[in-house]
């Protein structure tokens, strides 16, 4: 059987095609790494350099070689990899919810970020609001969440946050306050608003209450959307504006425009929480919790 290092010294000295660097990159001296080729040689059953007093060259069977010991060698090292994974609790599948509004930006980070760390975790994905998540986490139906704050009769859940945005204002294209790049809360006191449900997603309904009555001015109501990609696409199509989450911008749309809000006293200020519950965490879960950064 053929051994990683032995691999690894035949890589070495077909990239330097000369022992002696070879030999100071693998920090041994010459005749051990001449003697390791010949035994591979022996090995493998032929040639795989040609050597002279002056030069050290591949033969056709060598640079075949070549290419199959780097497989080979990145083979061995997914294999460590993937068992000190498991070893550690990083292989298998967690049940996750996750709100809608996370959709376009955050969850998609979150998801490459472990499928680069840990390619054998796997999510089982349930988009539900916050507050049906906490009937999910009862009936375990979910391990972890993501909610969007406050949440009430959470009191049994755990909770770290681990994104803080704000909401802005989403605007028809042709629309007067399109050319502003910053634009005044209460300049949106005569407009009709595109709202949550307050019964699925209470938090955003909530937030634009607050923020507009903070303003001045009780927003005008036109109609109510779950979704924040038919929002905008409604808003496009002139039936009105909205306040959302900043993380709609990674919706483009060439029908509306994206602009900060300001005079808003702080309530169109947003967090996002991992949820978890604490009696049923087990190793799996705990060790994804510590791997997404808290913000």
Wanted: net charge positive.
């Amino acid at each position: 059987m053929l051994s990683s290092r032995a691999l690894a010294q035949f890589i070495v000295l077909a990239e330097e095609l000369h022992f002696g660097k070879a030999a100071d990159r693998l920090h041994i001296s010459q005749p051990p790494l001449s003697q390791a080729i010949m035994r591979l040689e022996q090995s493998v059953g032929v040639e795989l350099f040609v050597r002279n007093s002056r030069s050290v060259s591949l033969t056709d069977a060598g640079r075949v070689f070549l290419v199959e010991a780097r497989r080979l060698l990145e083979q061995h090292e997914l294999v460590i990899a993937h068992t000190r994974q498991a070893c550690i609790g990083m292989t298998g599948r967690i049940s996750l919810g996750f709100v809608g509004s996370v959709s376009y930006g955050l969850l998609p980070e979150l998801l490459a970020m472990f499928r680069r760390k840990y390619p054998d975790l796997t999510f089982d994905l349930r988009e539900l609001p916050s507050s049906e998540q906490l009937t999910a986490f009862r009936a375990q139906q979910i391990e972890m969440g993501i909610v969007r704050l406050p949440l009430n009769n959470a009191g049994d859940l755990e909770m770290k946050v681990i994104k803080r945005e704000r909401m802005i204002a989403v605007l028809p294209l042709g629309h007067p306050l399109a050319k502003k790049r910053i634009i005044e809360l209460q300049s949106l006191a005569n407009e009709t608003f595109m709202m949550f449900p307050p019964h699925l997603v209470l938090s955003l309904h909530a937030k634009t209450m607050m923020a507009c009555h903070a303003a001045g001015f009780s927003p005008r109501t036109g109609l109510e959307a779950w979704q924040m990609s038919t929002m905008v696409s409604l808003i496009a199509a002139q039936m009105g504006i909205a306040l959302l989450p900043a993380q709609v911008k990674h919706i483009p749309h060439p029908g509306v425009v994206y602009r900060d809000v300001t005079g808003d006293n702080g309530h169109l200020d947003l967090e996002i929480a991992l949820a978890w519950r604490p009696q049923s965490r087990s190793r799996l879960c705990q060790q994804a919790i510590e791997a997404i950064p808290e913000d």
